[in-house]
């Protein structure tokens, strides 16, 4: 049986549902609330330090465009455009600059045909990278400037700038060459690893190509990328984005920045850019925190308030509870009993109406057990009155019937065939007269539980068989053919045969009363695996089918009338009801209610073990009602093939019995053996003696047949014992036990 729950679990269970839910939905929507503020804001704090930092990478790579600007307007430097110039002095002029910024690393000087026609250090730079910014330095005009960023990719202190400018002439200001001067950005690169790092966020100059120029991540490659650069390089203004950065390898909020370099005719973008990445974890750290805090804090009240609330629901629990055990103590018919819960609530007004509801059940059990007890006597009075009517009509009605069946044969003097006609007459109603007071006797044993009722082992066939042989003298003056439908020659169910022949004659009966003339009725008999079905069918009137479960009642009879005979009294087929349900079978009708009724009833097939079960306990109850120690001598013949031989000790055995020393004997037949019970009620004295008999009946038997035969005396108190279930040998077991 599935474990209930108590009430008092499920209202901590909703308690608890009421009281957690709701707070998680709430911290979560706080979460969620506060985690979008906090991501707009850091987001924003990102974008500003990136603008800042971009600010001060422009004041660097500004100050250098200004220099370069500066150095320009020297005719010093444009002299080596014209023929017969002298290059030392241009040298040593140059050389001179070098002084003035340390991060100068050569300059070189190219005329409009691309010739370089100086470079202090080397013109093999200018040489390798003159495709690379040619056609837009050709076109610059004056005062404009071009920035290109070299990245060395294995070295970053070689991390170069390169600043271009067009040189013109002082004369007609005509555009005669460019000039290109290289930075090393090894400041730059320091001043961004000067930025202190957490390791969770880091700042990053790169070039317009995505390559990191510089970070203050000192233990991370330099050619690792975010997977967001695109867009940090197409955006021309400043900002954040949300994304995966491919250096830390987590979800991180990027802020951006441009670095734009002016001049009064000229401004350079998305050369130099600035991102600084923050850890998204990190960022969420403090709100997921706070949020861990308050949910404790939560969880904790919650708890607290769920102390509280147990201790107030046992207030209401207990209440509960003495009313559970005072509604078992009225279910059990204890109704003086009452509840006392001084809550001043509605409970208390709940336990008044229950006790209200005690005393109104007592007053009506009271009212209902003397209106029963009135039933119950005017029930006896009218067994009685029918025992008693009955008894004292039998005995004058056979005597009338007698002395009409003598007037009739002409024993007391001739008759005249008129005075026959009325004789007759009144013959025939002293046997309906008869019948009726059979019936009534009848019904009144079977409603007073004193109808004898004796099941043992019988041949169902057999005893249908006599019974229509009994009936066939009836059907034959109506020419009804009884024809049989038999499964075999012999069937054993287990039964009480005058009672099983009591219900046959009523259906037989009916059958032949309402079947039409020169017709058949039809007995089938089938062998079920537990049972044994019979019917009776006929080609009678037959019956509407809103009657056939009627018939089966008391006094009911039907408007047609039989063929032949008398009418029914209405408590034959009931009669045969009550018999059918004492042999734990069942009895029904069938009809299409136009021609013809089949009506049917079965009985349980006859087992070994069920058998001795039912004899047992019938034994044992009839021990129980005249409250008497019985007891039970088994006997056991263990070789069944010399069985036939045991004809004198099985009679010897039976005399017994009729002298009223034993109950019913019993003999089983199992596979291998017989057993034999018989029970007794007999004193100890006689006990012994009858076991004595027997003894030397069981001596004499052996040595005439040399077979085993064994003798147990078993005796039982009076108390209720149940063999329900229980297999032969247990029975024995349990028998012995008790």
């Given amino acids: 049986m599935k474990k209930k729950k108590s009430i008092k679990i499920k209202l901590i269970q909703l308690f608890l549902i009421m009281g957690i839910i709701p707070s998680i939905l709430i911290m979560s929507i706080m979460y969620f609330g506060v985690s979008s503020n906090l991501e707009q804001q850091t987001g924003n704090n990102l974008k500003l330090l990136a603008f800042e930092t971009s600010l001060r990478v422009n004041m660097f790579i500004q100050n250098k465009v200004d220099n370069v600007l500066k150095y320009s307007t020297y005719s010093t430097l444009k002299r080596i455009f014209f023929p017969g110039s002298s290059n030392n002095i241009t040298a040593e002029f140059i050389r001179s600059l070098f002084k003035f910024d340390a991060d100068l690393q050569n300059i070189s000087l190219i005329d409009n045909k691309r010739n370089t026609l100086f470079s202090y250090k080397s013109n093999i730079f200018a040489m390798q990278s003159i495709d690379q910014w040619w056609n837009r330095a050709v076109i610059l005009e004056a005062e404009q400037f071009l920035l290109l960023v070299e990245v060395n990719k294995n070295d970053k202190e070689k991390n170069l700038i390169n600043i271009i400018i067009p040189l013109t002439s002082d004369l007609n200001k005509k555009k005669i060459g460019i000039m290109l001067m290289t930075f090393s950005l090894s400041s730059l690169v320091k001043l961004i690893e000067n930025i202190p790092s957490t390791g969770s966020d880091y700042i990053a100059l790169i070039d317009k190509g995505g390559n990191i120029i510089s970070s203050n991540l000192q233990d991370k490659t330099i050619n690792s990328t975010t997977e967001d650069m695109p867009i940090i390089l197409t955006s021309d203004s400043n900002g954040w984005i949300l994304g995966f950065d491919g250096i830390t390898k987590t979800s991180s909020l990027f802020g951006f920045s441009n670095v734009s370099t002016y001049n009064n005719n000229s401004c350079t973008r998305n050369t130099i850019h ?119 009509l039998r005995t004058p009605l056979m005597i009338i019937k007698e002395a009409l069946s003598q007037i009739l044969e002409g024993i007391k003097g001739p008759v005249a065939e008129e005075q026959k006609d009325f004789l007759n007459m009144a013959w025939r109603n002293t046997g309906r007269l008869n019948q009726i007071i059979q019936d009534l006797l009848c019904i009144s044993k079977i409603e007073t539980g004193k109808m004898e009722f004796n099941r043992k082992k019988t041949d169902i066939i057999s005893l249908v068989k006599n019974e229509i042989i009994n009936q066939s003298i009836k059907s034959a003056t109506r020419q009804i053919e009884l024809v049989e439908d038999f499964d075999g020659p012999y069937f054993e169910v287990y039964c009480d045969p005058e009672k099983v022949q009591l219900i046959f004659t009523n259906l037989l009966g009916n059958a032949i009363k309402f079947n039409k003339q020169n017709s058949k009725i039809e007995t089938v008999i089938r062998i079920l695996p537990d049972e044994v079905n019979i019917c009776v069918r006929d080609n009678g009137p037959g019956i509407p089918k809103d009657s056939l479960v009627k018939i089966f009642e008391r006094f009911v009879r039907l408007n047609p009338t039989p063929l032949v005979g008398a009418p029914s009294t209405g408590l034959g087929l009931a009669i045969a009801k009550e018999l059918v349900q004492m042999h734990d079978g069942e009895i029904w009708a069938e009809s299409d209610g136009v021609s013809g009724s089949s009506f049917y009833f079965t009985l349980p097939r006859y087992a070994p073990l069920k058998y001795l079960e039912v004899f047992f306990n019938d034994r044992l109850n009839e021990a129980v009602d005249k409250k008497l120690e019985v007891s039970i001598i088994h006997i056991r013949i263990s070789d069944y093939k010399v069985i036939n031989n045991c004809t004198i000790f099985f009679n010897e055995l039976r005399k017994m019995s009729l002298k009223n020393i034993f109950a019913p004997l019993e003999i089983v037949h199992f596979e291998d053996t017989f057993e034999i019970f018989m029970v007794t009620f007999a004193d100890p004295k006689s006990l012994e003696l009858i076991k004595n008999k027997i003894n030397n009946a069981i001596k004499d038997l052996i040595n005439s047949l040399n077979f085993d035969i064994s003798l147990s005396l078993i005796k039982i108190n009076h108390a209720t014992h149940n063999l329900h279930g229980k297999n032969f040998q247990e029975i024995l077991e349990y028998l012995q036990k008790i």
């Fill in 274 to 392: 600035i991102y600084v990445s923050h850890s998204k974890k990190e960022a969420f750290k403090p709100i997921l925190w706070l949020m861990i805090k308050l949910l404790a804090l939560c969880f904790g009240v919650v708890f607290l308030i769920l102390v509280v609330f147990i201790f107030r629901i046992e207030t209401i629990w207990k209440p509960i509870i003495s009313m559970k055990k005072g509604a078992e103590m009225i279910g059990e018919g204890n109704f003086d009993m009452v509840l006392f819960i001084p809550t001043e609530d509605e409970l208390e007004d709940l336990a008044n109406s229950f006790n209200k509801m005690g005393k109104n059940l007592k007053s009506s059990r009271e009212k209902l057990e003397e209106q029963n007890r009135k039933l119950l006597e005017l029930n006896n009075v009218k067994n009685n009155f029918l025992s008693m009517v009955s008894h004292e």
